[in-house]
């Protein structure tokens, strides 16, 4: 069961669905986070402090050594829909990800990064829906 929104086209979150196999659960959810930490330029500190974890959980994510579980999926699928959204506003990683380390005034003079680091990734999702209508361009 999928908790949170994806927009068409857009990646969806192999640890929320049921699938046959933990090889393939596994493959998917490595490249889930390695996809996040690449297409947004992520370290596993910002990641971590976005899923409200430690790093090394992360690490432990994606060897299969632990999986994520209620709130740490919750989190992860929010993330997800942020770096889906940042990738379709953008159409390019490194759009997204210049976007994700710059100053943004919506954000009140802090970067996505952070305010994603912060735990609040409702903001930054907030701030690309603003971008995206045009208020803060």
């Known amino acids: 069961m999928v908790t949170g929104q994806y927009r ?9 669905t049921r699938r046959k196999g933990a090889l393939m659960a596994l493959k998917d959810l490595k490249a889930e986070i390695d996809g996040l930490k690449q297409d947004l330029g992520l370290s596993n500190d910002v990641l971590a402090g976005a899923l409200k974890v430690d790093a090394r959980t992360i690490e432990r994510w994606r060897t299969g050594v632990s999986f994520p579980q209620h ?67």
């Open 8 to 16: 068409a086209g857009s990646h969806s979150c192999p640890c929320l």
């Open 71 to 137: 709130e740490g999926r919750a989190r992860l699928d929010a993330f997800l829909t942020v770096r889906a959204h940042a990738l379709d506003t953008f159409n390019t990683a490194e759009a997204a990800r210049t976007w994700m380390h710059t100053n943004n005034r919506y954000l009140g003079g802090m970067t996505p990064e952070n305010a994603a680091q912060a735990g609040r990734l409702d903001r930054v999702e907030a701030a690309l829906t603003a971008l995206d209508a045009g208020l803060f361009i």
